[in-house]
């Protein structure tokens, strides 16, 4: 291949490893092979009925022509709606964009604020794309560690420190994937203040918000103060909550000369979100939400069900999420003993030999961990959980 074919952009990324697993759980099952993967970051529910029939009845009515670049205004005025409902937080039109997806908003977003060796802070451990996308638009990643000890949370503290002059921005994954933590009033209040005091855009990725468990509710930190307010972007969107993954629906909200570029940028690539699915958000957020909540509670039972089994795996060490529908456990000690080096080795032996697709958490920048989806049906997750044990149990030299 001519050296000079691709772009230096493109040469430096790094493929998604919840993507490539899948992937190859996917092969294995072609094959023949009884895999169960716990890899896919999408609910295993099919999207509510009645959002698939105002879609059906919208290309009915002839709904299949280009709309607005950034959206309808029946759905922006949904969202809008969403927030005033959600989070008591005013946002007018024109500082709501719609998406394909809240990949493609994020992608937006980045492409919109970055210019070269902009800094944008990245606590760990992160979701596998927020530094691919920071790179694609010439920024440059600062990853801060959010320490088990702290439920896998920043402080103020440490964002004072990573703070340069180039500092741009940081994100805010709350609830988190892949962690499911989720931070209090209090700890966005610290973290905001320090944003404030240095000009630093707080990009709040919200897509789990509807996800929650136990006492701790999901807290939009631009819903605390208007000043926040001010120096916030909202990411979100009805993939998560709505189980429309595949709908590729996704939005932002604030600033308006934001907002206005990323339309801008939309309007050269995608035209606009797809005009159907629009119309099964539009659904999704006027209709009925009790499906919303009938999902959420049946992920909240799958986790009671199946945390105490996982945590007591030989070598294994997991905090009990508060969202989201992903388990993080630390596993190094289990990896050791089975006689590897990296938890990436571990996780490959996994799949081969007790054919459980696990995600490696060297993709989320956290060596130690391997993620698991418990967006799968309780039966295979436990059985799921039984294999590791066995392998777990076979392999270490604990055991020996």
């Given at each position: 291949m001519n050296k000079h074919l691709l772009a230096d952009r493109v040469k430096a990324l790094t493929p998604s490893s919840t993507l490539a697993i899948t992937a190859k759980a996917k092969e294995l099952k072609a094959q023949g092979v009884d895999v169960i993967g716990l890899g896919a970051g999408e609910p295993d529910f099919n999207t509510p009925d009645h959002i698939i029939e105002a879609a059906y009845e919208s290309m009915k009515a002839g709904e299949t022509k280009y709309t607005p670049a950034a959206g309808t205004a029946d759905l922006k005025k949904a969202v809008s709606q969403k927030f005033e409902k959600?989070?008591?937080?005013?946002?007018?039109?024109?500082?709501?964009?719609?998406?394909?997806?809240?990949?493609?908003?994020?992608?937006?977003?980045?492409?919109?604020?970055?210019?070269?060796?902009?800094?944008?802070?990245?606590?760990?451990?992160?979701?596998?794309s927020y530094p691919e996308q920071v790179k694609l638009a010439g920024g440059t990643p600062v990853y801060v560690e959010g320490k088990e000890s702290n439920h896998y949370k920043i402080t103020a503290d440490q964002l004072r420190a990573a703070a340069t002059e180039k500092t741009k921005a940081i994100?805010?994954?709350?609830?988190?994937?892949?962690?499911?933590?989720?931070?209090?009033?209090?700890?966005?209040?610290?973290?905001?203040?320090?944003c404030v005091e240095n000009n630093i855009l707080m990009v709040s990725d919200e897509i789990y918000e509807k996800?929650?468990?136990?006492?701790e509710k999901h807290i939009s930190i631009a819903s605390i103060s208007e000043e926040f307010k001010k120096q916030t972007i909202i990411v979100n969107g009805v993939s998560k909550s709505h189980s429309m993954t595949g709908w590729r629906i996704g939005y932002a909200a604030g600033e308006k000369a934001i907002i206005k570029a990323m339309t801008n940028l939309a309007s050269h690539s995608t035209s606009n979100p797809t005009t159907t699915a629009q119309f099964g958000a539009l659904a999704a957020y006027t209709g009925t939400q009790q499906p919303v909540e009938e999902m959420r509670a049946a992920f909240e039972g799958r986790l009671n069900q199946v945390f105490d089994s996982l945590n007591a795996i030989q070598g294994f060490r997991c905090l009990?999420?508060?969202?989201?529908?992903?388990?993080?456990?630390?596993?190094?000690?289990?990896?050791?003993?089975?006689?590897?080096?990296?938890?990436?080795?571990?996780?490959?032996?996994?799949?081969?030999?007790?054919?459980?697709?696990?995600?490696?958490?060297?993709?989320?920048?956290?060596?130690?961990?391997?993620?698991?989806?418990?967006?799968?049906?309780?039966?295979?997750?436990?059985?799921?959980?039984?294999?590791?044990?066995?392998?777990?149990?076979e392999h270490s030299s604990a055991s020996d």
């Amino acid at each position: 291949m001519n050296k000079h074919l691709l772009a230096d952009r493109v040469k430096a990324l790094t493929p998604s490893s919840t993507l490539a697993i899948t992937a190859k759980a996917k092969e294995l099952k072609a094959q023949g092979v009884d895999v169960i993967g716990l890899g896919a970051g999408e609910p295993d529910f099919n999207t509510p009925d009645h959002i698939i029939e105002a879609a059906y009845e919208s290309m009915k009515a002839g709904e299949t022509k280009y709309t607005p670049a950034a959206g309808t205004a029946d759905l922006k005025k949904a969202v809008s709606q969403k927030f005033e409902k959600d989070q008591h937080i005013a946002y007018s039109p024109d500082e709501i964009f719609v998406g394909s997806g809240a990949k493609h908003v994020l992608y937006c977003l980045f492409q919109a604020i970055l210019n070269e060796a902009d800094e944008v802070i990245i606590p760990t451990p992160y979701w596998v794309s927020y530094p691919e996308q920071v790179k694609l638009a010439g920024g440059t990643p600062v990853y801060v560690e959010g320490k088990e000890s702290n439920h896998y949370k920043i402080t103020a503290d440490q964002l004072r420190a990573a703070a340069t002059e180039k500092t741009k921005a940081i994100i805010i994954n709350s609830p988190s994937n892949p962690t499911g933590m989720i931070y209090s009033k209090e700890e966005l209040s610290s973290l905001a203040e320090v944003c404030v005091e240095n000009n630093i855009l707080m990009v709040s990725d919200e897509i789990y918000e509807k996800l929650t468990y136990g006492e701790e509710k999901h807290i939009s930190i631009a819903s605390i103060s208007e000043e926040f307010k001010k120096q916030t972007i909202i990411v979100n969107g009805v993939s998560k909550s709505h189980s429309m993954t595949g709908w590729r629906i996704g939005y932002a909200a604030g600033e308006k000369a934001i907002i206005k570029a990323m339309t801008n940028l939309a309007s050269h690539s995608t035209s606009n979100p797809t005009t159907t699915a629009q119309f099964g958000a539009l659904a999704a957020y006027t209709g009925t939400q009790q499906p919303v909540e009938e999902m959420r509670a049946a992920f909240e039972g799958r986790l009671n069900q199946v945390f105490d089994s996982l945590n007591a795996i030989q070598g294994f060490r997991c905090l009990k999420p508060q969202g989201a529908f992903y388990l993080f456990p630390n596993v190094k000690e289990a990896a050791v003993s089975c006689g590897f080096t990296t938890v990436d080795e571990f996780a490959a032996d996994l799949l081969e030999k007790a054919n459980v697709a696990v995600i490696p958490g060297s993709g989320f920048g956290s060596d130690d961990n391997i993620r698991l989806s418990y967006a799968t049906d309780l039966k295979s997750f436990k059985e799921a959980i039984k294999r590791i044990a066995a392998y777990v149990n076979e392999h270490s030299s604990a055991s020996d």
